[in-house]
C-alpha cells in the first residue's frame, strides 16, 4: 500500500492560478499510473487528469483541458496539478490517487485507482 499526501489547497479567485502536490510514501509508485480526481458537493468524484508511470502520456477531462497541466518527478516521488484560468465550477475536493498499472487506461475510472490521498480543498470565488 501507498500513501499519498496532498498539499497546497485553498482559496483563489476565478481566473488565478493555483498548484497542488502529492508525494508518495514509496519509491514503487514510480511504476504507477497516477491522477488526480475531484468531487464537487453533492456531486460524484471525477478524472480531471492521469499520467502514466514515465510521465509520456496524460489525459485530462474535457473540462479542464488547456487549464490544467499534470506531471510527475519521479525522483522524489511526487505529483503535481497546476491549475489556470481557474473557474468557480473548479471548487472541489481534489484527490491524488495511484494505479497498480504503468500504463493509465484511456478513460480512467474510480477503481482502477487503489490509492489514495486524503484531499485537499480548492475553493474558487
Known amino acids: 500500500h501507498v500513501q499519498l499526501v496532498e498539499s497546497g489547497g485553498g482559496s483563489v479567485q476565478a481566473g488565478g492560478s493555483h498548484r497542488l502536490s502529492c508525494v508518495a510514501s514509496?519509491?514503487?509508485?514510480?511504476?504507477?499510473?497516477m491522477g488526480w480526481f475531484r468531487q464537487a458537493p453533492g456531486k460524484e468524484r471525477e478524472a480531471v487528469a492521469t499520467?502514466?508511470?514515465?510521465?509520456?502520456?496524460?489525459y485530462y477531462s474535457d473540462s479542464v483541458k488547456g487549464r490544467f497541466t499534470i506531471s510527475r518527478h519521479n525522483a522524489n516521488n511526487t505529483l503535481t496539478l497546476q491549475l489556470n484560468s481557474l473557474k468557480v465550477e473548479d471548487t472541489a475536493m481534489y484527490y491524488c490517487?495511484?494505479?497498480?498499472?504503468?500504463?493509465?487506461?484511456?478513460?480512467?475510472?474510480?477503481?482502477?485507482?487503489?490509492?489514495w490521498g486524503q484531499g485537499t480543498q480548492v475553493t474558487v470565488s
Open positions: 499520467i502514466n508511470a514515465a510521465g509520456g502520456t496524460t
Open positions: 490517487a495511484a494505479a497498480r498499472q504503468f500504463l493509465c487506461p484511456p478513460k480512467a475510472a474510480l477503481s482502477d485507482f487503489d490509492n
Open positions: 514509496r519509491d514503487s509508485v514510480r511504476y504507477y499510473c
